[in-house]
């Protein structure tokens, strides 16, 4: 028999995994031991389908499905009848240590003794509870107990846990930082923590000698490079913003805050209030990019771009305004600005259109720049993702962006030159600038801030850097070492696993050595293209999104291969092994199957 079907035309990612996944579940099938399994899969995967998919998609791959199974129903067997629940009930309650029966054994708030460990364990043991896993967890509506963490007392009850679960044969993992989420505590120096690329720029008019010390961004800044790159006139010459006029329907006194130049004022938006501003000029304004930098408050509703022809008003874009959770766990730019790319629009009236707007905040600043920028760029660079746990596949996919035909008004990547050896030991810049106007970027890392969480006060930290197998060594060598070094070998033999609860620290987007792994695994500089993370075009629009891309994929490759991997070997030279939850739901700037496919353990909760 042959079967033909034809492919929906928005063919992605998810249309390849679920063909993938079908034809694996063919196989699977045919031996009827596992058939039962695949008969849930096959239910969840309907599921699936119908919630991520386009209608039309949908009933298109559950037809797939459908028929795969109706050809293989012969093999799916109806179960055994012959076991009686009286067997089942009495398995259930008398459970044999042939099954393994595991438990999370959270450690609360440091309400912990030696006593108690004792009897949680024999407690397990006739419950029939051969695994355990140790969590610190601190808060969660617990008050604080007596022991703290790290105390020799706690030391003391974590021996007196070791020793007993040893005797019991109870085996033991230890959460590997305190808290669930996920690797961190007070031992990791901002130099080893999680961190991403900041920068701060001046320009300089050439020919002149600099010799002076660079802005910094902040007083955590830890030094990458510099670049600079000979601006052309009229991208030095953005007044956008200052060719243009603003009135608001309904009328707003606060609306001109807008376009002041001052990010202190703002233009406070209302619940449930739609509001539409006009932009006007007294002649035409060559318009290519929106720029919204919101307030430092929570702010989610729809934007809607128009610009005013004879017959009216043309939309030229719809876009969503979100930044309505300011956790760093979903980016490390809480605020960042909203940037969208329209085609060069010339006009001296455009409308932006306000409207559901669900979380009332406020506008610091609108530009509608005459200069390019990359679209979304603090969201493809990591600085700010999305803002709940649970994006679906499509949230970190954006459409392609309008060509520039000026090219004047991009970088040419040839052109930006990296100067960092004209920065002394002193950390000054001694540089001849040559002719021109020049930009000049000072790159450095700065932390993001993450911490482990929720963790005691004593067990409270920065989150390691996912991104450096250097740096989770240290971290396993100050907690699960320090268990190693002060607990006898004999009192620990059950101790066999260190665990990775589920990913909820947020991105990342640079690290120690970052460039020269990237030039290593893509074979061009990232130097050049470092401006587009401030949003400035490199080479094209398009080029600039591919050099994001990149970036985004060596973050998740060292999430699975430095991070996930790292722990487990050096968990691996301690006859450890690595227990993870294959998944993150706060800020997850990685690949599930990869990320979990270098622990030796994944688990789910449900």
Not at 42 to 71: A, G
Not at 132 to 154: C, H, L
Request: hydrophobic residues 40%; aromatic residues 12%; glycine residues 6%.
């Amino acid at each position: 028999m042959i079967l033909k079907f034809r492919f929906p035309k928005r063919y992605n990612i998810l249309t390849i995994e679920i063909i993938v996944f079908i034809f694996t579940l063919v196989a699977e099938c045919l031996n009827c031991s596992i058939c039962l399994s695949s008969r849930q899969k096959f239910l969840y995967l309907m599921n699936l389908i119908d919630m991520k998919l386009k209608k039309s998609e949908s009933l298109f791959f559950q037809s797939f499905i459908f028929i795969i199974f109706l050809l293989l129903s012969g093999c799916i067997p109806s179960g055994n009848s012959e076991i009686s629940f009286d067997q089942i009930e009495e398995v259930f309650t008398n459970a044999p240590d042939s099954i393994q029966t595991s438990a999370y054994w959270y450690w609360m708030s440091d309400n912990v003794s030696k006593e108690g460990v004792i009897k949680d364990l024999q407690a397990m043991k006739k419950a029939g509870i051969n695994r355990a896993f140790i969590g610190n967890i601190g808060g969660q509506g617990v008050s604080y107990g007596p022991v703290k963490m790290f105390t020799d007392e706690w030391w003391k009850v974590l021996h007196t846990a070791l020793k007993t679960a040893t005797e019991l044969d109870i085996e033991i993992g230890i959460f590997n930082s305190p808290g669930w989420s996920q690797s961190g505590g007070p031992w990791v120096s901002k130099e080893q923590s999680m961190r991403y690329l900041n920068s701060a720029e001046i320009v300089l008019t050439g020919p002149m000698n600099y010799d002076d010390f660079l802005p910094v961004p902040d007083e955590d800044f830890q030094f990458v490079n510099v670049v600079a790159y000979k601006m052309n006139p009229q991208v030095l010459k953005d007044d956008g913003q200052k060719k243009f006029k603003v009135i608001a329907n309904p009328a707003r006194s606060d609306a001109p805050n807008v376009i002041d130049g001052k990010v202190e004022t703002e233009l406070v938006l209302r619940n449930n209030q739609s509001l539409t501003l006009d932009f006007t000029a007294v002649e035409n304004v060559s318009v290519k990019t929106l720029y919204i930098k919101p307030s430092e408050k929570k702010i989610k509703a729809i934007g809607e771009l128009l610009v005013k022809e004879s017959n009216g008003f043309r939309s030229l874009k719809k876009f969503e305004i979100d930044r309505s959770n300011s956790n760093i766990h979903v980016g490390f730019d809480p605020y960042a600005p909203i940037v969208i790319s329209i085609p060069a629009t010339h006009s001296n009236h455009f409308r932006l259109v306000i409207d559901t707007v669900t979380v009332p905040g406020a506008l610091a600043e609108i530009n509608l720049s005459t200069v390019p920028m990359v679209e979304r760029y603090p969201e493809k660079s990591l600085a700010k993702m999305f803002q709940s746990p649970l994006p679906y596949w499509d949230e970190y996919m954006w459409e392609p962006q309008p060509e520039i035909e000026n090219e004047n008004l991009v970088i040419n990547p040839d052109s930006v030159i990296n100067i960092t050896s004209y920065k002394t030991a002193d950390g000054k810049l001694v540089w001849n600038v040559p002719e021109g106007s020049w930009k000049v970027i000072h790159f450095g890392m700065t932390s993001t801030g993450q911490r482990n969480a929720p963790a005691a006060p004593e067990g409270n930290g920065l989150e390691t850097d996912k991104m450096s197998k250097e740096h989770i060594e240290s971290h396993f060598d100050a907690y699960m070492g320090e268990v190693i070094r002060r607990i006898p070998a004999e009192d620990r033999k059950t101790w066999k696993v260190v665990v990775q609860d589920s990913y909820e620290t947020g991105g990342q987007n640079w690290t120690d050595g970052l460039a020269e792994d990237f030039q290593s695994k893509y074979g061009y500089d990232p130097v050049p293209f470092l401006p587009v993370l401030k949003g400035q075009v490199v080479g094209s629009r398009d080029q600039s999104d591919r050099f994001l891309w990149d970036l985004r994929r060596i973050v998740a490759d060292k999430i699975a291969y430095d991070y996930v991997a790292g722990l487990r070997e050096v968990s691996h030279k301690h006859g450890l092994t690595t227990w993870l939850e294959t998944y993150g739901h706060w800020g997850f700037p990685g690949e599930f199957l990869q990320y979990g496919g270098q622990s030796d353990e994944v688990s789910g909760e449900f």
